[in-house]
């Protein structure tokens, strides 16, 4: 596995000042940051578009995590990454060319990844991995913040940390959904190496705290 990484979710950052909380997180030494774009259709809510990449792109040098929760991202792959994505993940669950989408995203000078949600089985994904950079597990249903954790979704994270050693493949296996301290390490022991927190850790009383407590991980 790859040293425990922390992603903020920006879902859960304060919508009115997002650049001032990402230049928060860059001061705590964080490295990404989790963007979900969500399209009211292939999940049930909204968030950002590639406008608002596009803005907080030059404000910040954080490497911009992007999670494509849409019906149709093989039409957006190219705006989301000219507005500064450096990573696009998408879904396998809809009906598009997934591997012709990841060949995009890599062609257009951005990591790719394949996500999953809990209830899709892990073989779903098994044709994709040796092309991805990343593999997002979600922990919940997809489409709001603050759900509770979804055990069933551990032994999922292990199968396919299991094939990745298998194959000798280097992509992350990141989670999003409930994630905080006590479900981080439930992760880390199935394999999971990068953490998506939203709630938990915006609204920690001592976030440095949160950071080193999941870089810590063994």
């Known amino acids: 596995m790859e040293s425990p990484l922390l992603v903020p979710s920006m879902l859960a950052a304060d919508h009115t000042r997002l650049a001032e909380d990402i230049a928060a997180i860059e001061r705590l030494g964080i490295k990404w940051l989790h963007i979900d774009i969500m399209d ?24 911009f995590d992007l999670h494509l929760m849409l019906e149709n991202s093989q039409e957006y792959i190219e705006a989301f990454i000219s507005a500064g994505a450096d990573q696009v993940s998408i879904h396998v669950e809809p009906s598009y060319d997934i591997g012709a989408t990841i060949e995009r995203v890599r062609s257009l000078g951005a990591k790719p990844g394949i996500v999953l949600n809990p209830r899709t089985d892990a073989s779903h994904i098994l044709p994709f991995l040796p092309s991805v950079d990343i593999v997002l597990a979600m ?80």
């Open 40 to 63: 009211g259709h292939f999940v049930p809510n909204l968030s950002f578009g590639p406008q608002t990449v596009a803005d907080l792109r030059p404000k910040s040098k954080l490497f």
């Open 139 to 218: 922990t919940v249903q997809p489409g709001f913040g603050g759900q509770s954790f979804d055990d069933s979704v551990l032994e999922k994270t292990k199968q396919i940390d299991a094939y990745r050693s298998e194959h000798s493949l280097n992509f992350r296996l990141e989670v999003d959904g409930g994630i905080n301290l006590d479900t981080a390490r439930k992760c880390r022991n199935h394999g999971v190496d990068t953490f998506v927190a939203g709630s938990a850790f915006f609204k920690s009383d001592d976030q440095t705290k949160f950071l080193r407590e999941i870089e810590s991980m063994p």
